[in-house]
């Protein structure tokens, strides 16, 4: 029989905003603390479970908690790693159960993209299998905004708001400058496959030859010739010319532009520099003097200028996770969805593990513009309500002031866990 203790970690790539859903967790789970006891941290995701490299958070103050809410990052640690089916690899999920055993615990709470929504649903199958009951609930987390049946992702709508604001004041900057210097400024940003994100920069342009002028999806296969009369055409019109690069960005065949070769824990392919290379084409092809900048993991850590409506659905979806998991629910997710764009309402729904795990979902071809390089009505009434509020972090000598867990471990009661 299973305990009353709960269990959660982070998991994937951070997010400005994963912290307020880990604070939805605990808050809620200290409200309930007659139903759940101790809430357990995984240090460094699920391999906290594995390596029981537990984290007690009942030795943090209320106030620590709380300051979750605005702080980025990933309190207690993430990872990428992806379980395997059981039978491919049963010796970890009888590690997992094993652990789970130990502390007596009950529920576990993972935070993540499509592939941690796929942890969490091969966790909620293991109590049949190994005969140890477990309320596995999904919490979703992703800045590519790419899982199913939830109508954006906490995390989603602070990176847009952050890409951009960014597109914007670099277009001023370039403007500024452009009679006698960069003439093509070229932002690369995260979507492997999604479009999002890129998309998110086209809020930008709200009046006719406003940065950015040219925005690159994965979703449009790449056309080099075509891409370099814009940009040129762009550059006599404006007196430069504004780009927003998906990292995915990818010919028709497939390939994408900057693939390095490599491959990630998950086994996605490793991406190089996209902007780089799109700039190497303008300056061999058209001879513009040119910048470019890489958002990297900037665009998923600027909490300080997060979007409030982000930071209000991550905490939800954090607080839901627990709620449903009181109900008796179990391999489920709690979803976002929209109930009108104008005034912007939403609530939160539940849906199904299985309907979520490993499923992506791009950007539909009616948000893209007929030419491939901007983003439609549709698209722009779907994206502004995720980026609307300020929730600034409170400052302290000039900087943001975010929180610092402590982070105590639990004692560890099991062997160590060799693979």
């Given amino acids: 029989?299973?305990?009353?203790?709960?269990?959660?970690?982070?998991?994937?790539?951070?997010?400005?905003?994963?912290?307020?859903?880990?604070?939805?967790?605990?808050?809620?789970?200290?409200?309930?603390?007659?139903?759940?006891?101790?809430?357990?941290?995984?240090?460094?995701?699920?391999?906290?479970?594995?390596?029981?490299?537990?984290?007690?958070?009942?030795?943090?103050?209320?106030?620590?908690?709380?300051?979750?809410?605005?702080?980025?990052?990933?309190?207690?640690?993430?990872?990428?790693?992806?379980?395997?089916?059981?039978?491919?690899?049963?010796?970890?999920?009888?590690r997992l159960v094993e652990v789970f055993r130990a502390h007596d615990i009950g529920y576990f709470f993972y935070n993540g993209g499509g592939d941690s929504q796929d942890t969490a649903h091969k966790v909620s199958q293991i109590g049949d299998e190994l005969g140890y009951p477990i309320t596995a609930i999904g919490i979703p987390k992703t800045v590519d905004n790419d899982l199913p049946l939830t109508d954006t992702c906490p995390g989603f709508g602070s990176v847009a708001k952050y890409v951009g604001v960014s597109i914007r004041e670099a277009g001023l900057d370039v403007a500024s400058m452009a009679s006698t210097s960069t003439k093509v400024f070229i932002l690369e940003v995260m979507g492997r496959h999604a479009g999002w994100i890129a998309a998110a920069g086209g809020l930008a342009a709200e009046q006719p030859g406003d940065a950015p002028h040219v925005i690159l999806f994965p979703e449009i296969p790449f056309e080099q010739q075509h891409f370099l009369e814009r940009v040129d055409a762009a550059v006599r019109e404006h007196g430069?010319?504004?780009?927003?690069?998906?990292?995915?960005?990818?010919?028709?065949?497939?390939?994408?532009l900057s693939e390095a070769g490599g491959r990630d824990a998950f086994g996605h392919a490793q991406l190089g520099g996209v902007a780089p290379m799109l700039a190497g084409m303008v300056k061999e092809q058209l001879g513009h003097k040119y910048h470019w900048a890489v958002a990297d993991y900037l665009q998923r850590s600027a909490r300080h200028i997060a979007s409030a409506?982000?930071?209000?659905?991550?905490?939800?979806?954090?607080?839901?996770?627990?709620?449903?998991?009181?109900?008796?629910?179990?391999?489920?997710?709690?979803?976002?969805?929209?109930?009108?764009?104008?005034?912007?309402?939403?609530?939160?729904?539940?849906?199904?593990?299985?309907?979520?795990?490993?499923?992506?979902?791009?950007?539909?071809?009616?948000?893209?513009?007929?030419?491939?390089?901007?983003?439609?009505?549709?698209?722009?009434?779907?994206?502004?309500p995720l980026i609307a509020g300020e929730a600034y972090p409170p400052y302290r000598n000039g900087l943001p002031d975010y929180v610092r867990l402590r982070n105590v471990a639990v004692e560890q009661r099991l062997a160590p866990f060799n693979p």
């Fill in 1 to 94: 029989m299973s305990g009353n203790n709960a269990f959660y970690a982070q998991s994937g790539g951070v997010t400005a905003v994963i912290n307020a859903s880990a604070c939805g967790v605990i808050e809620t789970a200290r409200r309930n603390s007659d139903r759940i006891g101790t809430v357990f941290a995984g240090r460094d995701g699920i391999l906290g479970a594995l390596h029981e490299d537990l984290i007690d958070t009942s030795q943090e103050s209320d106030e620590a908690i709380a300051a979750l809410r605005h702080t980025p990052a990933g309190a207690f640690g993430s990872c990428r790693h992806k379980l395997k089916g059981l039978d491919e690899n049963r010796a970890e999920y009888e």
């Fill in 240 to 256: 430069y010319c504004a780009v927003v690069a998906s990292e995915g960005a990818q010919y028709a065949d497939g390939r994408f």
């Fill in 309 to 384: 409506t982000d930071v209000e659905q991550a905490y939800a979806v954090g607080r839901a996770a627990v709620e449903f998991a009181l109900e008796g629910r179990n391999a489920v997710m709690p979803a976002i969805r929209r109930l009108s764009d104008d005034p912007y309402e939403w609530d939160i729904a539940c849906v199904d593990l299985a309907d979520v795990a490993n499923v992506e979902t791009g950007l539909p071809r009616d948000y893209i513009t007929e030419d491939g390089y901007g983003i439609t009505d549709a698209c722009r009434r779907y994206l502004q």
